[in-house]
């Protein structure tokens, strides 16, 4: 029972794979016994992280004091980040590119959370603050909630509000309810939680027939129950490859928002650790209908770089998708707001470098006069950009 035991034990299962991969000559046989000890390794390790978590309760979760600025944007662009790096610095410039005026919240609020509400993830920091966001904005201000280390932001910025609503226009959505609904980013690779490392089935939210998460949606491998379930919800017709859930980028008004929080917070009191996932959480919602959630198939607003290829148009210095028309009459480029480069980085500066590039040229001066001059929110404080994202924080 206690953690040292449940070490030992991780130790010898992995000794034991080791060893009988390598007296075993048949391939097949060491897969299926592989699968075999990894689904055992799955089910000791719910049922001892479930025995020892402690759940959470309405206590957990602290009161954010916010004192936010009411904006006239049409639409406010919020990202949550306890920590500033050169990977958020880099998706802040892309944004002041675009005219965004980016909101950053979490840095004031580092170490405040709690341990429970910190351990291992901060997917619940996130939801807190969500939260604080409805409490403090009016329920029809319309939001860009956005990952804050991984994306890439083009185009105009006063663009978006009708983008949204045209995305909403196409998706044949009843428009007299615009104000609750959300948009979520869509995606190639299906993924129904962000944290992998914690692969034990999350039980106790969708049962025993949730497969393991070693599943995938390659064929011949066995999909994910979560996976299946949002194949079939692509609209009729569809051609579209961007299947699947992600929550790294959304935009709707607080109070479509609102729906999706209280459904949060009342799942989070009931899951172990490793089920506390925006990814999962969320995605469940849209799955079964539970909050008013659409997915972005086109890519209109969002788009994801993994299992992507990019073009840039230097006309008009916008990236978009590679046509894979493969025969049928060529479809004309989509160009989304925003780039979601979830997983690897291999490319996220490169975008930046390029959009750099075609803004400026290679006027150093000019560019970082730009920049000298520019100014993001952090916390609800107006503060300048280069005191945010100096010389250290973007190397």
């Given at each position: 029972?206690?953690?040292?035991?449940?070490?030992?034990?991780?130790?010898?299962?992995?000794?034991?794979?080791?060893?009988?991969?390598?007296?075993?000559?048949?391939?097949?046989?060491?897969?299926?016994?592989?699968?075999?000890?990894?689904?055992?390794?799955?089910?000791?390790?719910?049922?001892?992280?479930?025995?020892?978590?402690?759940?959470?309760?309405?206590?957990?979760?602290?009161?954010?004091?916010?004192?936010?600025?009411?904006?006239?944007?049409?639409?406010?662009?919020?990202?949550?980040?306890?920590?500033?790096?050169?990977?958020?610095?880099?998706?802040?410039?892309?944004?002041?590119?675009?005219?965004?005026?980016?909101?950053?919240?979490?840095?004031?609020?580092?170490?405040?959370?709690?341990?429970?509400?910190?351990?291992?993830?901060?997917?619940?920091?996130?939801?807190?603050?969500?939260?604080?966001?409805?409490?403090?904005?009016?329920?029809?201000?319309?939001?860009?909630?956005?990952?804050?280390?991984?994306?890439?932001?083009?185009?105009?910025?006063?663009?978006?509000?009708?983008?949204?609503?045209?995305?909403?226009?196409?998706?044949?959505?009843?428009?007299?309810?615009?104000h609750n609904i959300s948009i979520f980013n869509a995606e190639q690779k299906c993924s129904p939680y962000k944290n992998l490392g914690?692969?034990?089935?999350?039980?106790?939210?969708?049962?025993?027939?949730?497969?393991?998460?070693?599943?995938?949606?390659?064929?011949?491998?066995?999909?994910?129950?979560?996976?299946?379930?949002?194949?079939?919800?692509?609209?009729?017709?569809?051609?579209?490859?961007?299947?699947?859930?992600?929550?790294?980028?959304?935009?709707?008004?607080?109070?479509?928002?609102?729906?999706?929080?209280?459904?949060?917070?009342?799942?989070?009191?009931?899951?172990?650790?490793?089920?506390?996932?925006?990814?999962?959480?969320?995605?469940?919602?849209?799955?079964?209908?539970?909050?008013?959630?659409?997915?972005?198939?086109?890519?209109?607003?969002?788009?994801?770089?993994?299992?992507?290829?990019?073009?840039?148009?230097?006309?008009?210095?916008?990236?978009?998708?590679?046509?894979?028309?493969?025969?049928?009459?060529?479809?004309?480029?989509?160009?989304?707001?925003?780039?979601?480069?979830?997983?690897?980085?291999?490319?996220?500066?490169?975008?930046?470098?390029?959009?750099?590039?075609?803004?400026?040229?290679?006027?150093?001066?000019?560019?970082?006069?730009?920049?000298?001059?520019?100014?993001?929110?952090?916390?609800?404080?107006?503060?300048?950009?280069?005191?945010?994202?100096?010389?250290?924080?973007?190397?």
């Amino acid at each position: 029972k206690s953690p040292y035991v449940f070490a030992l034990f991780v130790i010898v299962v992995a000794f034991y794979m080791i060893w009988r991969l390598h007296v075993s000559r048949n391939g097949e046989k060491q897969l299926s016994m592989m699968k075999t000890l990894v689904n055992a390794f799955n089910n000791a390790y719910f049922q001892y992280k479930h025995s020892h978590h402690q759940y959470l309760t309405e206590a957990d979760f602290p009161k954010i004091e916010l004192t936010l600025p009411l904006l006239n944007d049409k639409v406010q662009l919020f990202a949550f980040a306890t920590k500033i790096n050169n990977l958020l610095c880099i998706s802040m410039e892309t944004a002041l590119l675009s005219g965004w005026k980016y909101q950053l919240i979490g840095p004031a609020f580092r170490g405040k959370f709690g341990n429970k509400l910190h351990r291992g993830t901060s997917y619940l920091e996130k939801i807190t603050v969500l939260q604080a966001l409805i409490e403090q904005l009016p329920g029809d201000t319309l939001i860009l909630w956005a990952d804050a280390y991984d994306v890439i932001y083009q185009g105009k910025a006063a663009e978006f509000e009708s983008r949204f609503l045209a995305a909403l226009s196409q998706s044949h959505f009843n428009m007299s309810h615009a104000h609750n609904i959300s948009i979520f980013n869509a995606e190639q690779k299906c993924s129904p939680y962000k944290n992998l490392g914690n692969i034990f089935r999350c039980e106790a939210m969708q049962g025993k027939e949730f497969v393991s998460l070693m599943g995938s949606s390659k064929a011949g491998s066995v999909k994910a129950l979560a996976c299946k379930l949002q194949d079939a919800l692509l609209p009729a017709g569809s051609r579209s490859r961007k299947k699947y859930f992600n929550a790294g980028l959304s935009a709707g008004t607080l109070s479509a928002y609102a729906a999706i929080a209280r459904n949060l917070k009342a799942a989070v009191h009931s899951l172990p650790d490793g089920c506390l996932d925006d990814q999962a959480l969320i995605g469940w919602q849209y799955i079964h209908a539970t909050a008013p959630i659409l997915l972005d198939h086109s890519s209109s607003l969002f788009d994801t770089q993994a299992l992507s290829e990019f073009r840039f148009d230097p006309s008009c210095g916008l990236f978009h998708q590679a046509d894979r028309s493969s025969g049928r009459a060529p479809q004309p480029p989509v160009f989304p707001t925003a780039i979601h480069h979830a997983g690897s980085k291999t490319n996220y500066s490169a975008f930046r470098d390029t959009l750099m590039q075609w803004h400026f040229g290679d006027d150093g001066s000019r560019q970082a006069a730009f920049f000298a001059n520019a100014s993001v929110y952090v916390d609800g404080a107006l503060r300048p950009f280069t005191e945010v994202c100096g010389p250290k924080k973007m190397r």
